[in-house]
């Protein structure tokens, strides 16, 4: 009898190592075809949110050479225009709407304008983000609320729209633009990581949900990029020190992906379908390491902890990185990161003084 019983762990261990066998080799087979398989963009409608500037104004220039028809959205309307004035001219049909993504009244508004223009998209990509640096004894409840309104429900509202219209054709594409810092939980950026894991969630919980439906989800997970956003981010505490050390990070070749090859990156993914992306080799190793010890990665980042500027001032003021100016922050080795912020138009006040000395007539083109 015992034996007979062996015998028969033994056959159901087989025929479940068989079965696991099948399904992992059908998973292979598919990632490796969608590997080669790339849909066109061309003539799809895209949104991208957050697109006056940054990665979201780079990714959609590589959506316009793709040939997608656009549609971007902000807060601020005169950045907007301005990243249509710029997307208009190398030849995309653009859509600009203005809109807050955290306020889901705003968010429902822009899906009518959409559906009555062109019907339904076909991608949507949720980028839009801000960013408080800072120790957490400076952050507020306010900040934290912020972040989740911008980052996760700013994530979920658009979706939940596109959604409605994709299952409805069968088909679409929705690009989630996370961070690194929603893997692993980095000093000093804790409102903005803790939206950032829980938009990791949402994301990979409804690629798991929506792929019978015909849609795809891609979950971007990038590292520090060269997007210029650092001028903007908000920083507290010893807020000179806390922008000296971001705009560094933010800046060299070493320790930040170019915005533009991050652009291209996460449309490629998008147009083969990719599950999850992970931008730089930076972000990999991390990820890595904290899949495998991530105990140990939290001890060591308590200790870098230990070394970041620290203040015993009791303000939860917060300054922008363009009031927050060093010697360090202005130095030739943040040179790649202040020029990438004047490219992709973090700079709105050249803007103005471009306006300005066009006359005040350039004021009114739109």
Known sequence: MRVRNVLIAAAAGSVAAGAVAGVGAVLLGRAIWKGFREISLRGKIALVTGSSRGLGLAMAQELAREGARLVICARDEAELRWAQEELQAIGAEVLAVPCDVGDREQVRKMFEQIRARYGALDVLIN?????????????TIEDFEEAMRVMFWGLVYPTLEAIRDMRAMGSGHIANITSIGGRIAVPHLVPYSAAKFAAIGFSEGIHAELAKDGITVTTVVPGLMRTGSHVNARYKGDHRKEYAWFSLGASTPVTAMSAHRAARCVITAVKRGRSSVTLSPQAK???LAHGIAPGLVSDALGMVNRIMPGS?????????????????SESFATKLGRDAAEELHQNPEQRRTDNATSGPEALLAD
């Open 127 to 139: 980028n839009a983000g801000v960013i408080q640096v800072g120790p957490l004894h400076s952050q």
């Open 285 to 287: 190793l991390a990820a």
């Open 312 to 328: 015993r001032s009791t303000s939860t003021e917060g300054f922008t990185g363009k009031e927050s100016r060093s010697v360090v």
